[in-house]
């Protein structure tokens, strides 16, 4: 069957399950919508290619299906190098259509004419110019192989117009082998003698901590994970991109290291014999300064991408392989090892009985461990002061929200302040509820990828937790959102500053503020709202949060907005100076230093 590139690649999208896409038609792609007329994908038309790309993330996350966004050569494809960058960084799964200039005006600087696939060798795992009609499906298909398997992260298909207009012959590669993927073999299976020694070292150890990152969630591994800390009794904390896949509630649970992480959690790390990192980076953000970083520790490394390995630090035992088939082998060895599942020891703090005269039965007791950490959580909770009648404090703003909404609310956070304040005071007990821009810490994430995350799971909540700086950048999306009648919700802790930046100003810069004031009424963000199609409310003191939440909640038509005004000098505590070790966490605002 005959059909022209343009046709054959919509007939590809389709046949890889693609169900929606993000995009904005221009000249060089004009031949590929053509056929989006008769396709059964949906197709989303955003104000800003960038937030195409953003979209197509907050899908990804919050499904866990790749993000297709669709865009035009030159300025069309530069708008959509900001989400690559992001998706690239937190291992997102995407798929990035762009056109381009006819075949034979590449390189003569034709109008709109940009080389994208040379802009995004360093932020895509792999990026095709596709130069014949014919490779179209096998591209296609070996795009979404790639994004998807192994480490997965972003693509980009680069097509020529010309191509597009091409005829071919259509067929559908049935096999890996037909993707002409040469030396693409990603590990997905564990070295079996490097499980077994990771058990020998976790049976040994007396201050363990599980360190889990967002590759437990790309690998699907939750309740691997549970099953490892109910089993063994081991602490977990969860990264700022792991959020969620450790249930917040739980007895085991210390919540987030990092920069802005609980002291407990933060802590225990600096404090741990053992560290088993599953799926996580050893990003600077947890580990501050690397050399003062879990001095007495050995560290068990699970990565699916043998680059991260030793990348940071080294390990004592390193597995490359997905962290749900690597934590099941694990499983399998502590049973072995005669560390089964006892139901009657589930909710412990020392795990499952070990079996008499097996290799678990000397394992040292963890209870003095716990001990510990019950004691710093007790003496070091996370903690905030509102006064009555006072300025509003974005902590209250969080838990009034976190407590008025479903459980299973997606919540989406755009960069800094905010960001923190959303991971630190919701509870995260259900895992693909957090969606946030880790790595590249891109402002003007939150609004369009609460839209393509409230477009892959239409039956959920979406709230949105923005700072205003970070609206600003993007949210001309609400007006997709209003079109597209996709109700999300959008809450601004309007504190009229760039405060993370306002913040170091303060703390490291002898309070010299530059450049980070904003204004608090311009825009005023409740006309603003009601201009794109949505429903505008404000809350400028602590009695007119829950009011204003309720009422965000109870409509579910059109996307809402809410104005919080917050306290402008209200800081993130706790906080590592950056470059500091860990040891050097500030806990109170009054900047004392807590020492275990």
Same mark, same amino acid.
């Given at each position: #069957?005959k059909?022209?590139?343009?046709?054959?690649? @919509?007939?590809s999208l389709?046949t890889?399950?693609?169900?929606v896409m993000f995009?904005?038609?221009?000249?060089?792609?004009?031949?590929v919508?053509?056929?989006?007329?008769?396709?059964?994908?949906r197709? @989303?038309l955003?104000?800003?290619?960038?937030?195409?790309?953003? +979209?197509?993330?907050?899908?990804? +996350?919050?499904?866990?299906?790749?993000?297709?966004a669709?865009v035009?050569s030159?300025?069309?494809?530069?708008?959509?190098?900001?989400?690559?960058?992001?998706?690239?960084?937190?291992?997102t799964?995407l798929?990035?259509?762009s056109?381009?200039?006819?075949?034979?005006?590449?390189?003569?600087?034709?109008?709109?004419?940009?080389?994208?696939?040379?802009?995004? #060798?360093g932020?895509?795992?792999?990026?095709?110019?596709?130069?014949d009609?014919?490779?179209?499906?096998?591209?296609?298909?070996a795009?979404f192989?790639?994004?998807?398997?192994?480490?997965p992260?972003?693509?980009?298909?680069?097509?020529?117009?010309?191509?597009?207009?091409a005829? +071919?012959?259509?067929?559908?590669?049935?096999?890996v082998?037909?993707?002409?993927?040469?030396?693409?073999?990603?590990?997905?299976?564990g070295?079996?003698?490097?499980?077994r020694?990771?058990?020998?070292?976790l049976?040994?150890?007396?201050?363990?901590?599980?360190?889990a990152?967002?590759?437990?969630?790309?690998s699907?591994?939750?309740d691997?994970?549970?099953?490892?800390?109910?089993?063994t009794g081991?602490?977990v904390v969860?990264?700022? +991109?792991?959020?969620?896949a450790f249930?917040?509630?739980?007895?085991?649970?210390?919540?987030?290291?990092?920069?802005h992480?609980?002291?407990?959690?933060?802590?225990a790390?600096?404090r741990?014999?053992? %560290?088993v990192?599953?799926?996580?980076r050893f990003?600077?953000?947890?580990t501050g300064?690397?050399?003062?970083?879990a001095?007495?520790?050995?560290?068990?490394?699970v990565?699916?991408?043998?680059?991260?390995?030793g990348?940071?630090r080294r390990?004592?035992v390193a597995?490359?392989?997905?962290?749900n088939?690597?934590?099941?082998a694990?499983l399998?060895a502590?049973?072995?090892a005669?560390l089964?599942?006892d139901?009657?020891c589930?909710?412990?703090?020392?795990?499952?009985?070990?079996?008499p005269?097996?290799?678990?039965?000397?394992?040292?007791?963890?209870?003095p461990?716990?001990a510990v950490?019950?004691r710093w959580?007790q003496?070091?909770?996370?903690t905030?002061h509102?006064?009555?009648g006072?300025l509003?404090k974005?902590q209250?703003v969080?838990?009034?929200l976190r407590d008025?909404?479903?459980?299973?609310?997606?919540?989406v956070?755009?960069?800094?302040?905010?960001? #923190?304040?959303a991971?630190?005071?919701w509870?995260?007990d259900?895992p693909y509820?957090?969606?946030?821009?880790g790595?590249?810490?891109?402002?003007?994430?939150a609004?369009?990828?609460?839209?393509?995350?409230k477009?892959g799971?239409p039956?959920?909540?979406?709230w949105?937790i923005?700072g205003?700086?970070c609206?600003?950048?993007?949210?001309q999306? %609400?007006?997709?959102?209003?079109?597209?009648?996709?109700?999300v919700?959008?809450a601004i802790?309007?504190?009229?500053?760039?405060g993370m930046?306002?913040q170091?100003?303060?703390?490291?810069y002898?309070?010299?503020?530059s450049?980070?004031?904003?204004?608090p009424? %311009?825009?005023?963000y409740v006309?603003?709202?009601?201009?794109?199609?949505?429903?505008?409310?404000?809350?400028?003191?602590?009695?007119e949060?829950?009011?204003?939440?309720e009422?965000?909640?109870? @409509?579910?038509?059109?996307?809402v907005?809410?104005d919080?005004? @917050?306290d402008?000098?209200?800081k993130?505590?706790?906080m590592?100076?950056?470059?500091a070790?860990n040891?050097d966490i500030?806990?109170?605002?009054?900047?004392?230093?807590a020492?275990p």
């Open positions: #069957m059909m022209t590139g343009a046709q054959a690649l @919509i007939k389709e890889q399950g693609v169900e995009g904005l038609p221009g000249g060089a792609i004009l031949p919508y053509d056929p989006i007329i008769g396709s059964s994908i197709h @989303i955003v104000r800003h290619e960038q937030g195409a790309g953003h +979209m197509a993330e907050g899908y990804a +996350m919050a499904t866990g299906r790749p993000g297709v669709i035009t030159g300025p069309g494809a530069t708008n959509v190098v900001t989400p690559l960058s992001n998706a690239y960084m937190d291992s799964p798929v990035v259509v056109g381009q200039v006819a075949t034979a005006a590449i390189g003569t600087d034709a109008f709109q004419e940009c080389d994208i696939t040379g802009v995004t #060798m932020i895509t795992k792999h990026n095709w110019l596709v130069t009609a014919a490779e179209i499906p096998r591209t296609v298909a795009a192989y790639v994004a998807t398997t192994g480490r992260g972003p693509v980009l298909i680069d097509v020529p117009k010309d191509v597009s207009n005829l +071919m012959e259509w067929y559908w590669p049935q096999t082998e037909d993707l002409d993927l040469p030396g693409y073999r990603p590990v997905t299976e070295d079996p003698a490097q499980v020694r990771a058990v020998e070292l049976l040994a150890a007396q201050r363990p901590v599980i360190y990152g967002g590759g437990v969630l790309k699907r591994a939750t691997a994970l549970r099953e490892l800390a109910e089993r081991m602490p969860t990264t700022l +991109m792991a959020r969620g249930p917040d509630s739980h007895p085991l649970c210390l919540g987030m290291p990092g920069m992480g609980n002291y407990t959690a933060v802590t790390m600096q741990a014999d053992l %560290l990192a599953l799926g996580a990003d600077d953000r947890v300064k690397v050399a003062a970083f001095p007495e520790a050995k560290v068990i490394h990565d699916i991408d043998p680059a991260e390995l990348k940071v390990p004592d597995i490359a392989g997905d962290c088939v690597v934590l099941e694990m399998e502590l049973d072995a005669g089964g599942h139901e009657r589930r909710w412990s703090d020392v795990g499952a009985l070990p079996r005269g097996t290799p678990a039965a000397n394992r040292p007791s963890l209870s461990w716990w950490l019950r959580q003496e070091f909770p996370l905030y509102q006064e009555p006072g509003l974005p209250l969080v838990e009034t008025l909404s479903p459980d299973d609310t997606i919540v956070g755009g960069v800094g302040q905010h960001q #923190m304040w991971s630190q005071w509870r995260f259900y509820t957090w969606i946030n821009s790595g590249a810490g891109t402002m003007g994430f609004v369009p990828a609460s839209i393509g995350a477009v799971r039956d959920r909540t979406v949105a923005d205003d700086g609206f600003q950048m993007t949210a999306e %609400l007006v997709t959102a209003a079109a597209e009648q996709i109700p919700k959008v802790l309007n504190n009229a500053y760039l930046v306002r170091w100003q303060e703390m490291f002898a309070e010299r503020y450049e980070v004031y904003l204004s009424d %311009l825009p005023d006309k603003w709202a009601e201009a794109m199609g949505c429903v505008g409310i404000r809350a400028e003191s602590p009695e949060v829950t009011p204003a939440i009422k965000a909640n109870a @409509i579910d038509d059109r996307p907005v809410v919080f005004r @917050i402008a000098f209200e993130v505590f706790p590592v100076p950056a470059g070790s040891d500030v806990v109170a605002p009054q900047g004392r230093e020492k």
